[in-house]
């Protein structure tokens, strides 16, 4: 199994447990894993408009809530870019002993 699968794996066994996950975080999570099996390596780059194109959510206020809480809940390492030219830097983090669930 490859290190992406597992990492999938591991957060459905992780946020089943944690009832502040909901669909939303859920999807945007996926999408995060889909930016990392394009870029091959973890931190990768993601913009907020691709991300949220791929985790189907509407709303930019939904995407930035929905982020805050996977980096408060220990699931992400997420570094903001505020330059319109340069990506922001996600870092998905081992989740065998999960913060705060």
């Known amino acids: 199994m490859d290190i ?3 990492q999938m794996m591991q957060f459905i066994k992780t946020s089943s447990k944690d009832k502040r996950i ?3 975080h859920f999807t945007m999570y996926l999408a995060f894993l889909y930016c990392w099996q394009e870029q091959q390596c973890n ?3 993601i913009s907020r408009e691709y991300v949220m194109e791929l985790a189907r959510i509407g709303s930019t206020s939904t995407y930035h809530r929905h982020m805050r809480d996977m980096a408060f809940l220990g699931y992400v390492e997420y570094k903001p870019s505020y330059h319109p030219g340069i990506r922001t830097t996600l870092f998905l983090k081992a989740l065998e002993n999960p ?3």
């Open 4 to 6: 992406i699968t597992e």
């Open 22 to 24: 909901g669909k939303g």
């Open 43 to 45: 931190p990768f780059y």
């Open 99 to 101: 913060i705060n669930v």
